[in-house]
């Protein structure tokens, strides 16, 4: 497609609740990107991809969050047991490699622990 | 990560230039200016970048101090649809950690009509 497309757009989900949060990059996109985003504050790095290679993960905050990228392009960010905290915008990006490169952003995932 | 400074806010008028500035005294050789800009429920969205030489494409234009210690981004003509957070941003794209954007606090610009 012509941009990120991000999936579900919003999610609500009870504390303890396992989520699912898809990423299809654009076509071609070698790097992907996971950020969270809280209200009123600038994104935050989760981790990096290149291709199916999990380069970088130092962002992710606990054990409960996985990212997966099994075949370099659709990737997925589970969140297990999620709790109040993980409340927030969860946003992905791609571009198309690890070079001076614009990332482009798809529109996030707002999700809501209750 | 060096770390970039911004105003926390700026009016404009619309239809008037807008200079975004933004200082990254400890700027090293290889790090890159990138600026994005975040419109309301939406994800961040690109707008330029530059290493040393003043750039321009149809979005802005960003203006690099001799010395690389600041920056701006300049609107030429402000619209309404420019009123955002906008950050600017150092990429050092030589380690795989340097491939990550670190957003800091970034500029609400209003725009007036």
């Known amino acids: 497609g012509a941009g990120v497309s991000q999936s579900p757009r919003y999610k609500v989900a009870k504390r303890g609740q396992d989520v699912a949060l898809r990423c299809d990059p654009i076509s071609g996109h070698v790097s992907l990107f996971w950020y969270q985003q809280a209200l009123g504050q600038g994104p935050e790095f989760l981790t990096y991809?290149?291709?199916?290679?999990?380069?970088?993960k130092s962002g992710l905050p606990s054990d409960r969050f996985f990212a997966e990228r099994p075949e370099g392009s659709v990737s997925t960010l589970k969140i297990q047991r999620t709790q109040q905290e993980d409340s927030a915008v969860y946003l992905c990006?791609?571009?198309?490699?690890?070079?001076?490169?614009?990332?482009?952003f798809g529109s996030g995932t707002r999700l809501t622990v209750v | 990560d060096a770390k970039t400074t911004q105003p926390n806010s700026m009016e404009s008028n619309e239809e008037e230039p807008v200079h975004l500035p933004c200082n990254h005294s400890t700027i090293s050789g290889t790090d890159y200016i990138h600026w994005y800009r975040q419109l309301p429920s939406q994800g961040p969205e690109y707008v330029i970048h530059?290493?040393?030489s003043n750039v321009n494409n149809r979005m802005a234009s960003l203006a690099i101090a001799e010395d690389r210690k600041s920056s701006t981004l300049i609107l030429h003509r402000a619209t309404l649809r420019d009123a955002a957070v906008y950050y600017c941003?150092?990429?050092?794209?030589?380690?795989?950690?340097?491939?990550?954007?670190?957003f800091g606090e970034g500029t609400q610009l209003t725009v007036n009509p």
């Open positions: 990006a791609s571009s198309l490699g690890a070079g001076p490169y614009g990332y482009t």
């Open positions: 991809f290149q291709n199916e290679a999990q380069l970088d």
């Open positions: 530059g290493l040393t």
């Open positions: 941003i150092l990429r050092d794209v030589r380690e795989t950690s340097g491939s990550r954007l670190t």
